[in-house]
């Protein structure tokens, strides 16, 4: 028997489609993926965190020399957003990345390892995080949970 198993996902067309807050969220993940260090792929990520309070948390992708030791942008920012706020909730993230020297207008999803990360503090935190993805112009990609994105996602209920 084949099954299927559908993810959702709205197209936003473009960044005059966004709310206010969306359009802060986009702004504050451009802003800081130009302070991305990535001297060897030249392929920048800038991501933006809302929590419940209203702030946002930003961060971009950190490289190594040794390459594995490096790091997304959403995994520097979640990881930094887990550490100092563990108890305040994440309601948006908005990721951006394309390379550095190029223009692309295709929307650049969360690596696999990203996507499972976010998971685990959408588990801890019992509430859906809406993921938001993106590159420096064309549409915006926006599911209402990581989930979408990682469909038989593993999970502490399995342990
Ligand atoms: N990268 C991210 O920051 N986020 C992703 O979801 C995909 C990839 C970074 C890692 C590396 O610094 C560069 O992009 C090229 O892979």
Wanted: hydrophobic share 35%; proline share 5%.
């Amino acid at each position: 028997m084949q099954k299927e198993h559908n993810i959702k996902f709205d197209s936003i067309e473009s960044y005059d489609q966004l709310d206010e807050t969306e359009k802060t969220l986009f702004d504050k993940a451009m802003e800081i993926r130009e302070l991305a260090y990535a001297p060897y792929s030249d392929f920048t990520v800038g991501c933006a965190i809302l929590l419940e309070n209203g702030e946002i948390i930003t961060g971009s992708n950190q490289e190594n020399a040794a390459y594995p030791s490096g790091l997304c942008a959403e995994r520097t920012t979640i990881f930094y957003t887990g550490a100092n706020f563990p108890e305040v909730k994440i309601k948006k993230l908005f990721v951006i990345g394309a390379p550095r020297k190029a223009t692309t207008s295709v929307p650049i999803p969360p690596c696999g390892a990203c996507r499972q990360s976010i998971l685990e503090y959408e588990a801890k935190q019992k509430e859906e995080i809406e993921i938001y993805f993106a590159s420096l112009g064309g549409a915006i990609y926006k599911t209402k949970s990581i989930r979408e994105l990682l469909p038989f996602s593993f999970d502490s209920s399995y342990l």
